[in-house]
Nanobody, 121 residues
């Protein structure tokens, strides 16, 4: 059974940093894309970042580009999200997601339960 489990969320002041981790189990994702999404109360789920399996290419949502960095450690089957210069509008539940195989486009097949990030002003 495939599981994704996020950790590292919490409460931080504006301007601070947090590092989220997503540990995968049940299969390896070294040849599939993994990503991060977030959802704030009353808002739709938003794309945050994605790391592909070819050359670990990284893509970011406009609202986080330049402040967040996605990385992965295939040996640990883990993906990370380093979040710097956090703003109150970054407050949301952050979800890790993974694709089952290459060529899935924007479709993600596995999701973690989410971790809360709260940024105080």
């Amino acid at each position: 059974q495939v599981q994704l489990v996020e950790s590292g969320g919490g409460l931080v002041q504006a301007g601070g940093s947090l590092r989220l981790s997503c540990a995968a189990s049940g299969r390896t994702f070294s040849s599939a894309a993994m990503g991060w999404f977030r959802q704030a109360p009353g808002k739709e789920r938003e794309f945050v970042a994605r790391m592909g399996w070819i050359l670990n290419s990284a893509y970011y949502g406009d609202s986080v580009r330049g402040r967040f960095t996605i990385s992965r450690d295939n040996a640990k089957n883990t993906v990370y999200l380093q979040m710097n210069s956090l703003k109150p509008e970054d407050t949301a539940v952050y979800y890790c997601a993974a694709q089952s195989s290459p060529g899935r486009g924007s479709q993600y097949d596995y999701w973690g339960p989410g971790t809360q990030v709260t940024v105080s002003s």
